[in-house]
């Protein structure tokens, strides 16, 4: 079955600590998305990937790092310096960004729980 | 820019009756427009979409939405409401070139009472 794979579901973490989010999918799509979901606050864009190799900063980076390096595969690092990390992530792919079909096919999601 | 504004953070409503949850956006280009639904702790399935054409779009599980350009609305009906209706609602809205992805509104939290 094609889709997006996000694990862990859950992800337990001590402050100060770099924790990475795993984002698989086997679509074929070019471009891939991390979001981060806060009750009330909706999703808010941290980066996004139009090919392999490439990304870019969305609304909210500061604190995140990614990297692209398989079509597949775009994992996200909460680093210490984000200052509020407890939150839903989601990760999302569309067939390529500038498509104006936009649609976006979206994983299961982590939740990041930091103490 | 965009922008999406859903105006009811929380719409109760009783078992089979209907709904409408609002969603309004801003942009200075042609639109897409989107409805997504989120079960608890899980991520987003796509409910419909706008991209062009008829401006009544029918959806799955029931639902439908109207672009109305004069009034830049997207609003969201069901005509009767199951249990299994209670989720998180988004609107979203991608515009332009299309390479920033979609903006998303803040959500709407539907709470069907029996």
């Known amino acids: 079955d094609g889709g997006i794979t996000q694990s862990p579901k859950y992800l337990f973490r001590k402050e100060g600590q770099n924790v990475t989010l795993s984002c698989e999918q086997n679509l074929n799509h070019d471009a891939m998305y991390w979001y981060r979901q806060d009750p009330g606050q909706g999703l808010r864009l941290i980066y996004y990937?139009?090919?392999?190799?490439?990304?870019q900063k969305g609304d909210i980076a500061e604190g995140y790092s990614v990297s692209r390096e398989k079509k597949e595969s775009f994992p996200l690092t909460v680093t210490s310096a984000q200052k509020n990390p407890t939150a839903f992530y989601l990760c999302?792919?569309?067939?390529?960004?500038?498509?104006?079909?936009?649609?976006?096919?979206f994983g299961p999601g982590t939740r990041l729980t930091v103490t | 820019a965009q922008s999406v504004t859903q105006l009811d953070s929380q719409v109760p409503v009783f078992e089979e009756a209907p709904v409408e949850l609002r969603c309004n956006y801003s942009s200075s280009v042609s639109v897409y427009l989107f409805w997504y639904v989120q079960y608890p702790n899980q991520g987003l399935q796509l409910l419909l979409k706008y991209l062009s054409g008829s401006t009544l779009v029918k959806g799955i599980n029931g639902f439908e939405a109207e672009f109305n350009k004069s009034q830049t609305s997207f609003h969201l009906r069901k005509p009767s409401v199951h249990i299994s209706d209670t989720a998180e609602y988004f609107c979203?809205?991608?515009?332009?070139?299309?390479?920033?992805?979609?903006?998303f509104g803040k959500g709407t939290h539907l709470i069907i009472q029996p």
């Open positions: 999302a792919s569309s067939i390529q960004a500038g498509s104006l079909s936009g649609e976006q096919y």
């Open positions: 990937s139009q090919i392999v190799n490439d990304f």
């Open positions: 979203a809205v991608i515009s332009g070139g299309g390479a920033d992805g979609l903006t």
